[in-house]
T-cell receptor, first 113, second 114 residues
Framework: GAGVSQSPSNKVTEKGKDVELRCDPISGHTALYWYRQSLGQGLEFLIYFQGNSAPDKSGLPSDRFSAERTGGSVSTLTIQRTQQEDSAVYLC???????????FGPGTRLTVL | GEDVEQSLFLSVREGDSSVINCTYTDSSSTYLYWYKQEPGAGLQLLTYIFSNMDMKQDQRLTVLLNKKDKHLSLRIADTQTGDSAIYFCPREGRTGAGSYQLTFGKGTKLSVIP
């Protein structure tokens, strides 16, 4: 596609529910990143996928967070048993290769009530 | 201190030049970037500079890099109201597992007064 797309753009959920956030990277980009932007913490790295290699999950804040990338393209970030502190904007980025220029999607604003 | 330090706010009059500054504690990035974030939007890659360059000009944007002082600046000439946004200057880094990531500062909110 022309740019990185994310869905949904907004998600409101109740505490304790699971949510799935989707990222569709730029076609041909092998690297995909998830970041989180919150008022308290600013922009934080969450997870990185490169090609078919095992993902780097070192930024995930807890084991309630997981992500997968199917077929080297679309990625899904799943948050289980959501908590109010998970409320943030979740941003996805992709780059042509490892260490390349990162292009960001519009983000998904998650609100946990 | 923070990996990336920026002033939080900058206010300029329309038509004037804006200068947004960043200081890093670690200057080992290959690239240094400027991203723009408008309200409710994602991050737009504005421009970038290779770490072996001192200056890059791109239309109204001038990027200056002082590697010795670990200082990066973005000058916007003839600032317009559409330039009002938050500007980030992340540095490239590696996670403990060796993967690439961007490390962000808190961003500089530029307000342009008509």
């Amino acid at each position: 596609g022309a740019g990185v797309s994310q869905s949904p753009s907004n998600k409101v959920t109740e505490k304790g529910k699971d949510v799935e956030l989707r990222c569709d990277p730029i076609s041909g980009h092998t690297a995909l990143y998830w970041y989180r932007q919150s008022l308290g913490q600013g922009l934080e790295f969450l997870i990185y996928f490169q090609g078919n290699s095992a993902p780097d999950k070192s930024g995930l804040p807890s084991d309630r967070f997981s992500a997968e990338r199917t077929g080297g393209s679309v990625s899904t970030l799943t948050i289980q048993r959501t908590q109010q502190e998970d409320s943030a904007v979740y941003l996805c980025a992709s780059s042509q290769g490892a260490g390349g220029l990162q292009f960001f999607g519009p983000g998904t604003r998650l609100t946990v009530l | 201190g923070e990996d990336v330090e920026q002033s939080l706010f900058l206010s300029v009059r329309e038509g004037d030049s804006s200068v947004i500054n960043c200081t890093y504690t670690d200057s080992s990035s290959t690239y240094l970037y400027w991203y723009k974030q408008e309200p409710g939007a994602g991050l737009q890659l504005l421009t970038y500079i290779f770490s072996n360059m001192d200056m890059k000009q791109d239309q109204r944007l001038t990027v200056l890099l002082n590697k010795k002082d670990k200082h990066l600046s973005l000058r916007i000439a003839d600032t317009q109201t559409g330039d009002s946004a938050i500007y980030f200057c992340p540095r490239e880094g590696r996670t403990g597992a060796g993967s690439y990531q961007l490390t962000f500062g808190k961003g500089t909110k530029l307000s342009v007064i008509p």
